[in-house]
Structure formats: C-alpha cells, structure tokens
C-alpha cells in the first residue's frame, strides 16, 4: 500500500511543478521539453503504483518494471520480429506504395480526364477500411513478407495520392504564368517550380502513410504468418497470457512508429525549410 | 456529365480489369483440373469455367455481387449465414465507441483549451500516440477484458472509441484555437465572460474542424471494430466473416464482407456529412 502512497504523493507534486512551470515560464525551450517528460514519467509511476499497491493480476496489466525486465531478458526475439515486421513488411511495403503513388500522382496531374475519374474513385477507397484485404493478399502472397508488403503499399497508396495531387496544383497563376514567360518547358516547370511546391502535401501524405503501414503490416499477420514478426508474437502471447511480452512488443512498435515519423519530419525540416509551417 | 462521364469509365475500367485478372489467376487452376481428370479444355470452355469456380483466387464481379446479395437477402437477418446480422453486430459496436471516443475527445479539447499546464504536458504524448500502431493492442484488450468478465459489446466499442478519439480530440483543439487574436480581443473589451467567449466565439469557430474530425473518427471506428473482432475466436460481425473465410478458403465470402464494410463506411461517412450539413445551416454557418 506504501507504494500506491507514494506513487499519489508523487502525482500531486508533478502536476503541481508542472502547473508552476506552464504559468511561469511557458514559452521557454526547456520548459516544453520537461513538462510532456515529466507527465509521461508521473503516468508510469501511477501505473506501476496501482498494479503493486493494488495488487493487480499480471494477466491483466503487468507493472512497467516488469516490462523493463521481460524487455531486457527478450531483446533477441524482439530483435527478430522488428526485422520480419518493421524492416520486411512495413518499410520495403511503404517505399513502394510510396513511389507508385507518387508517379501516378504526376500522372493523374498531367491528364483532366484522368484526375475527374480517378480522384473520386481514390478518394473514397482511402477512406475504406483497407487492412480488410489482409486476408486476401495474405491468400495470394503466401505468409511470409512479401503480402504484408503487399497490404501496406495498397493502403499507402490512396493517401499519398490524394495528398501529392492536391499538392502539384499548389502553385498560384502567377507563378505558372512566370515560367512560361520564361519559355519552361513541362518537364522544367516540374521538377524546378511544381514538385518543390508540392513538396508540404507529400510530406503531409507520407507521415500520415507511416502509421498506415505499421498498422497494415501488424494486421496482416493476424491472419496468418510465419513464426516470426510483431503480429504473430501478440496474438500468440496473448493466447498463452504472456502480457508482459506483449507490452514488450507494443513498446518496440510505438519506439519504431516514433522513429519512423520522427525520420520523415526531420527529412521534411530539410527538404521545406522555406514553408511558413517550418518557421518560429 | 462532364463529371460523371470519367467516373464511370474509371469504375468501368476498374471491372474490366477485375474479370481479366480473375480468368488469369484462375485459369492454372482449371487447366491443372482437366488435367488431372485426363480432359482438355479449349479456350472457351476454360473462360467459362473460371467465373463459376466454387473457391476461386479471385471471384469474378458478378460472383462477388451474387454473394453479396444472397448475403443479404438470401437469409433471414437473424441467421448466422446473413451479411445483415454481421453488419448490425459491427455497427452496433462501432456507433457506441464512435459515441464514447467522441464525446471523450470533445471532454478533453476542452479542458485542454483552458487549461494550460494539461495542454503542455499532455498535448505532446497524443500527437505521439498518433504515430503507434494502436491496432496492435486490439487483442489483449479484449482477451483481458473477457478475463475481467467483460465480453460482447463493449471490448469492441471501447477499441473503436480509442481509435476515433484522437481525430477528435486534435481536430477540437485546433478548431477551438481557430478564433483570432483580434476576435477574442473584440470580445474582451465587451467584456466577455469565459462562457461567453466559448459559447459565442470559440465553439461557433470550430465546427468545421469538427467536422471534418468527425469523418476521420467514424471511418477509423469502423477500422477498429473490424479488427477487434479479428482475435479470441469471434464468432460475430464482418471481422469474424474475414477470419472464418480466411480460415476457409472461402474467397467469395471474403469479398462479400469486405464491399459490406466499404459500403458500410461510406454510409457512415455519409451520414456524418447530411449531419454537417444540416446543424451548420440552423447555426447559420452554412456558405
């Protein structure tokens, strides 16, 4: 009991020096760094004083430090389904799904007929629930890697193409009309004037796809994989009521989530330095 | 019909793909069958035959309506072989925890709205909670949950209300932080109280956010039901019906469940839209 005490003493301290430092000082560089810090650490020191002071079943919620410990003692098998699932599946799915998206984008531009047809069309796949088609793909690719990859690049696709599309009609006429005067040429206006405008959208579109991907490449290995990757370890930990290597799993898929945005906002940080967004 | 015209080839386009891809794929099957029972096939023969395989790679269109239909009207709603009674268990669970993640994103935006320290600390983790792969909690919820004695509805809604809080609850913020300096000033000289400024400026300023967070939220409640239904034998709903397919090899099922669900989301999706478009006309905010 002594320790849910504690964990409440240090709760009310945290939210009291955070509530401090927000009307102190809350536009400082420090400050919003240490008050999100300070909250995600008072969040597992609750948690881990509800499950011991309470004591809660493992089954139903393992106590971070044990977690720590499962995290530790597993790193190999961890190490496996990261590979199978985040660098097969997920990553080789999102470079495709990607680059496809991104050359019919360019495409879809350059025809009318094609942009009234097909945006209404992708526009409501997009908002399909497309990891439905696991099942099918996974029918069709086989259970290894090669159909999660195929799921994530199908839902993918339909963001980064809705996105990139509104993206290469973001430049204003008299932008358009300046490269004419200049006598550009399709391929000049494109590659020197559209596709750096377009650039905000695509980004806007692959970050929002990075999660997509994740999310695909997990889902598809519920409905069958090899005896490897982070979808196959869940519903298999699960089953065996293993929940301390289950949250050891979930900590490796938000560390890789985080990572990988984290990766495509740095990559956009430098490519629109020039955008308002990126400014202050 | 300039707009329709291009749609409609597109669509077209997309089902004369749809029949070639399906005569390819499930041509070497046919082939490997008369082979085996020592006949030939010509090449008629094989093209009809491929649209009425029992178990094919990939169903022909017609195949995939014709299941869709005896899906629906073929069996009495309340049969456990009827695409209506899966659908209902989904939307079922996917309303009330589309009704429980948005009523709690609505809570929370506000609160993080006025109060600053709350905003600071927890602001950054739901922006970063964005980029988990949520859906990978989905089966131990509902395993734990079914060991706490909590089955049926609820495990599922509460999935579905996780994944569409988060559009919410980013959306209301943005759109509550919508308003101006100049406007809250205008209100300030006025002399506005707290409840006033959100009431009059702050709420009216937001609903279009709101909106458009709300299509993101139901589509992704849907998204979430589905796969909730996925783990721990689930018997019930379009998520047990890609499973059991799955399990089954039963292509024409898959494909049946999988359009219910697309059509059920753009229903949804729709509907979210009729609404917009009616509480923004009586707010008078409708252009």
Redesign the interface.
């Known amino acids: 009991m002594s320790v849910l005490i504690c964990a409440i003493v240090f709760w009310i301290a945290a939210i009291a020096l955070n509530s401090f430092i927000a009307a102190r000082w809350p536009e400082r560089r420090w400050a919003r760094y240490f008050v999100p810090a300070l909250f995600g650490v008072t969040l597992l020191v609750l948690w881990e004083g509800i499950v011991r002071g309470f004591g809660v079943s493992q089954v139903i919620l393992p106590a971070p430090s044990l977690i720590a410990e499962r995290f530790a003692a597993s790193t190999g098998v961890l190490w496996i389904d990261f590979r199978q699932t985040i660098l097969k599946g997920a990553l080789s799915g999102y470079i495709m799904g990607c680059a496809a998206a991104f050359v019919v984008a360019v495409l879809v531009d350059r025809s009318r007929f094609l942009e009234r047809g097909l945006m209404p069309v992708g526009n409501f796949l997009a908002a399909l629930p497309i990891v439905g088609i696991a099942p099918i793909f996974v029918m069709w690719f086989g259970f290894d890697w090669q159909s999660k990859a195929a799921v994530v690049i199908v839902t993918v696709f339909f963001p980064v193409l809705v996105n990139m599309v509104a993206g290469l009609k973001a430049t204003d006429p008299l932008q358009r009309d300046l490269m004419r005067t200049y006598g550009a040429s399709y391929m000049q206006t494109l590659v020197k004037m559209r596709l750096p405008a377009a650039l905000p959208f695509l980004f806007n579109g692959l970050k929002i796809a990075t999660t997509l991907a994740l999310i695909g490449a997990i889902v598809a290995e519920f409905f069958g994989s090899p005896t490897r990757g982070m979808g196959f370890r869940i519903s298999t930990a699960v089953g065996q009521l293993d929940m301390a290597l289950v949250w050891s799993e979930i900590t490796v898929a938000a560390l890789a989530g985080t990572g990988f945005y984290g990766l495509i906002a740095l990559v956009e940080k430098g490519l629109t330095f020039w955008h308002p967004s990126q400014r202050g | 019909m300039?707009?329709v015209f291009?749609?409609?080839?597109?669509?077209l386009a997309?089902i004369a793909l749809w029949y070639g891809a399906a005569v390819w794929l499930n041509s070497a099957w046919v082939y490997d069958q008369a082979q085996r029972s020592g006949a030939s096939v010509g090449f008629w023969d094989m093209l009809g035959q491929t649209m009425g395989l029992k178990r094919p790679?990939l169903p022909a269109p017609h195949q995939v309506v014709m299941g869709l239909w005896d899906g629906i009207t073929g069996q009495k709603i309340t049969s456990k072989r009827s695409l209506v009674y899966h659908g209902w268990i989904t939307l079922e669970a996917t309303g009330l925890g589309f009704i429980i993640g948005t009523v709690a994103g609505l809570l929370l935006a506000v609160a993080l709205v006025h109060n600053?320290?709350l905003?600071?600390?927890?602001?950054?983790?739901a922006i970063?909670s964005?980029?988990?792969?949520?859906?990978?909690?989905a089966?131990?919820v509902i395993?734990?949950l079914a060991?706490?004695g909590v089955k049926g509805l609820l495990p599922k809604a509460l999935i579905a209300a996780y994944l569409s809080f988060f559009p919410v609850l980013v959306g209301m913020v943005k759109g509550l932080r919508a308003p101006d300096a100049m406007q809250i000033d205008l209100l300030r000289t006025y002399g506005a109280p707290k409840a006033a400024m959100f009431w009059k400026l702050r709420l009216p300023s937001s609903m279009a956010y709101f909106f458009a967070s709300l299509?993101v939220g139901v589509?992704a409640a849907?998204?979430g039901t589905?796969?909730a239904e996925?783990?721990?034998g689930a018997v019930a709903g379009?998520g047990a019906r890609?499973?059991q397919?799955?399990y089954y090899?039963q292509?024409i099922q898959?494909?049946a469940?999988?359009i219910a669900?697309?059509c059920l989301?753009?229903v949804l999706?729709a509907l979210v839209g009729l609404v917009e478009r009616i509480v923004l006309k009586r707010m008078g905010l409708a252009r």
């Open positions: 300039t707009r291009p749609v409609l080839t597109v669509i997309i790679v600053k320290a905003d600071m600390s927890f602001m950054p983790w970063a964005q980029t988990i792969p949520v859906l990978a909690i089966p131990m395993v734990v060991s706490l299509k589509a849907l998204v589905i796969v996925l783990p721990a379009l890609l499973l397919g799955s090899g292509t898959i494909w469940a999988l669900a697309a989301a753009a999706v």
